[in-house]
């Protein structure tokens, strides 16, 4: 059986790795990491549960030479200096030039083709001169690259979560990005039936959230913006790691559990959670999508081979247009009508009010 060796970079809690194993399954090969890294030691404690390997520390303690051959770079690299909930220096901040470690590893190692994921503002940081610095360094390094920024809601989840992946190849051949279109999850699937108290927000938190917005007959995710704004949706907005407890709240009411969260991401239920809930919260939120990541893969190794000849069973499909996947039974008395374009697909208006 063909062997796709990989390195796991800023692994987290093993997103991508989750992603490219089930790839390999999929398509009949096999998928071996020969190094994973992470500095956090949380991090470190849940991928070691969950994968029966430690992760290396500090990236810049890694001699790049020391480093085993491998087909396939993946990295979520850190993506505060980017992020909205940052303070948007880019390569101003220490942790910005940690693409640099990648591009370190890159030149030395020379694997076939990367992956590199981070927030969906890196395209717009800096005029878009961030990300043109990043596509310089990798192109003259050898590497054909395209990136494109991906929804998960467009992969099954029930997340409004847009990130940037950067995909790279000596020849990028026939690769072409995914296009999603798979039915959403609907919230019921990923709430779990009994919550303790302890993720309920407060009366006055819950009282207040009431007095905005009616209840809602289906599942619903409550979101308020830094400015008090609040929006009801039938999916969650993006989890956020360093954002508020209460900005996110099951029908106006209570936090999502861990468990619930990492479902968001599209991690299986056998995933062991060992950390508390402030580090699992601050995990799942640092994480990627993982059906996003596994949709890029798997059109990474059909263009570069590794497939074994089929990959049958393993298509994505679902032409439903994903506004009709979203809307609720109760939509005529609880949802507005209309719909507003974002990013180019329809989606339902959310109820609105200060």
């Known amino acids: 059986m063909q062997t796709v060796r990989f390195i796991d970079l800023f692994c987290g809690i093993g997103g991508f790795r989750y992603a490219i194993e089930a790839v390999a399954s999929k398509v009949g090969v096999s998928a071996e990491c020969v190094l994973s890294s992470d500095i956090d030691l949380h991090c470190q404690k849940a991928y070691a549960a969950n994968f029966g390997e430690a992760p290396a520390g500090d990236i810049h303690s890694i001699e790049a030479n020391s480093i085993p051959d491998h087909d396939i770079l993946l990295a979520g690299f850190p993506c505060q200096p980017f992020s909205i909930i940052g303070h948007r220096k880019g390569f101003e901040d220490a942790r910005g030039t940690l693409f640099f470690e990648i591009a370190r590893i890159i030149e030395a190692k020379k694997p076939k083709a990367f992956v590199l994921e981070n927030v969906k503002l890196l395209v717009g940081h800096n005029d878009g001169k961030t990300l043109a610095r990043i596509l310089e360094v990798l192109s003259n390094l050898g590497y054909q690259t395209d990136c494109m920024v991906l929804n998960a809601l467009d992969f099954g989840l029930p997340?409004?979560?847009?990130?940037?992946?950067?995909?790279?190849?000596?020849?990028?051949?026939?690769?072409?990005?995914?296009?999603?279109?798979?039915p959403m999850k609907p919230l019921h699937e990923i709430l779990e039936a009994t919550v303790p108290k302890e993720y309920?927000?407060?009366?006055?938190?819950?009282?207040?959230?009431?007095?905005?917005?009616?209840?809602?007959?289906?599942?619903?995710?409550?979101h308020e913006n830094k400015s008090g704004h609040i929006s009801v949706y039938p999916y969650s907005c993006a989890l956020r790691a360093g954002a508020s407890y209460n900005y996110l709240l099951v029908n106006g009411e209570r936090r999502l559990t861990p468990r619930e969260m990492l479902r968001l991401q599209?991690?299986?239920d056998t995933f062991r959670i060992v950390c508390n809930y402030s580090q699992t919260r601050k995990q799942v939120g640092n994480s990627l999508p993982v059906p996003v990541a596994e949709a890029v893969l798997l059109k990474v190794f059909c263009s570069r081979g590794w497939t074994n000849g089929s990959i049958s069973d393993f298509v994505y499909s679902g032409k439903q247009p994903l506004y009709q996947q979203m809307k609720l039974l109760d939509t005529v008395h609880y949802y507005d009508e209309k719909t507003k374009?974002?990013?180019?697909?329809?989606?339902?208006?959310?109820?609105?009010?200060?």
């Open 341 to 354: 374009a974002k990013n180019g697909r329809k989606v339902p208006s959310s109820i609105s009010a200060k």
């Open 200 to 222: 309920y927000a407060s009366d006055y938190i819950r009282e207040r959230r009431l007095a905005e917005h009616p209840p809602t007959k289906e599942p619903t995710i409550w």
């Open 266 to 268: 599209g991690f299986p």
């Open 159 to 182: 997340q409004k979560r847009e990130r940037l992946f950067i995909v790279g190849s000596r020849d990028l051949g026939t690769f072409e990005w995914p296009k999603g279109e798979v």
